[in-house]
């Protein structure tokens, strides 16, 4: 049976050649010879087994707002979680599914009378993407939250619950993709009032929608060093506005290399390249990437959802 016979007989949803550009969240990208799009966790798990089990190789993402797609051909299938939306109540905490948005994550907990990480609301990333790459902003990252993950073990093609104190986190970091396909999250409530926290997600909101470029992006590009930002380099620097192709540095936030129309990933990375050399020439500062980059040739089964 092959893979698109497999899909249409379980029902999963897919389509063939997709834009990328329409799936990034920075609306860069070729082509994808098959995305699949799994609705909930027996579709994800039943593909993902098929996968493994055939030696296929995959990726799974979400929305993609921190994954620089390549610009040819993907030869691969990819693994679209996004439709999987469920966010249920147990033993006292919120349970996400991998595609689920960290907003909608947020306006959940409130009505299970939870305080949400409300300094992560807005952000665009999935609970799956954000797990993988410890998310945060204004001090909170997504760990100081997480109870459990539900993980899919490829080699063992079973599902196992990982306990949070059984997981390492650092900054932007974690371990969790090496221990499988992060299928749902469990997050504890903060202190405080649920009026407050509301309004604080409101403002975090408005406070991130100030600072940072109107224009498509993959959000910050590259880690903090130490406790200074990326941006302030960038930006001392006189690298805002540089510009390749549709690809530049905002002229907003030094930090978000933005796509001003019909950016490709050649010149995302070339403005990339660039900033890198010239912090690196200004101040002897080697900036690391924060967004995963893609090659064409790139057939990875472990993944982030993001």
């Known amino acids: 049976m092959g893979l698109c016979t497999f899909l249409e007989?379980?029902?999963?949803?897919?389509?063939?050649?997709?834009s990328l550009k329409r799936l990034s969240y920075v609306g860069i990208g070729g082509t994808a010879s098959l995305v699949a799009y799994p609705k909930n966790r027996g579709e994800l798990l039943c593909?993902?087994?098929?996968?493994?089990?055939k030696g296929i190789p995959y990726k799974v993402v979400g929305n993609m707002s921190n994954v620089l797609a390549p610009d040819g051909e993907w030869k691969i299938c990819l693994v679209c979680a996004?439709?999987?939306?469920?966010?249920?109540?147990e033993q006292g905490m919120a349970v996400a599914e991998c595609g689920v948005p960290l907003s909608v994550l947020c306006?959940?907990?409130?009505?299970?009378?939870?305080?949400?990480?409300?300094?992560?609301?807005?952000?665009?990333?999935?609970v799956g993407g954000a797990v993988y790459q410890n998310a945060g902003a204004y001090g909170l990252s997504i760990s100081d939250r997480l109870s459990f993950v539900d993980l899919y073990d490829p080699r063992e093609d079973r599902v196992v619950r990982v306990d949070r104190s059984e997981l390492f986190f650092s900054y932007r970091r974690s371990d969790v993709s090496s221990r499988g396909i992060l299928?749902?999250?469990?997050?504890?409530?903060?202190?405080g009032d649920l009026f407050s926290a509301e309004q604080a997600m409101e403002e975090v909101a408005a406070r991130r929608m100030a600072s940072q470029p109107a224009e498509r992006?993959?959000?910050?590009?590259?880690?903090?060093?130490g406790d200074t930002s990326?941006?302030?380099?960038?930006?001392?620097?006189?690298?805002?506005?540089?510009?390749?192709?549709?690809?530049?540095?905002?002229e907003k936030h030094a930090g978000f290399i933005v796509n001003e129309g019909n950016a490709t990933a050649r010149d995302f990375l070339a403005v990339l390249d660039f900033v890198k050399a010239r912090v690196l020439q200004c101040f002897g500062v080697a900036l690391q990437t924060e967004i995963e980059i893609i090659e064409e040739t790139e057939g990875a089964r472990w993944l982030r959802f993001v």
């Open 217 to 225: 992006s993959l959000g910050s590009v590259f880690l903090r060093v």
């Open 47 to 53: 593909l993902l087994s098929r996968l493994c089990k």
């Open 107 to 126: 306006r959940k907990m409130l009505e299970f009378n939870l305080v949400p990480p409300k300094e992560l609301f807005g952000i665009p990333a999935t």
């Open 9 to 18: 007989h379980h029902g999963i949803d897919y389509k063939l050649n997709e």
């Open 183 to 191: 299928l749902s999250a469990g997050f504890v409530g903060g202190e």
């Open 82 to 89: 996004k439709r999987m939306r469920g966010v249920y109540f």
């Open 230 to 250: 990326a941006a302030y380099y960038i930006d001392r620097c006189g690298c805002k506005g540089y510009r390749i192709g549709d690809a530049s540095v905002s």
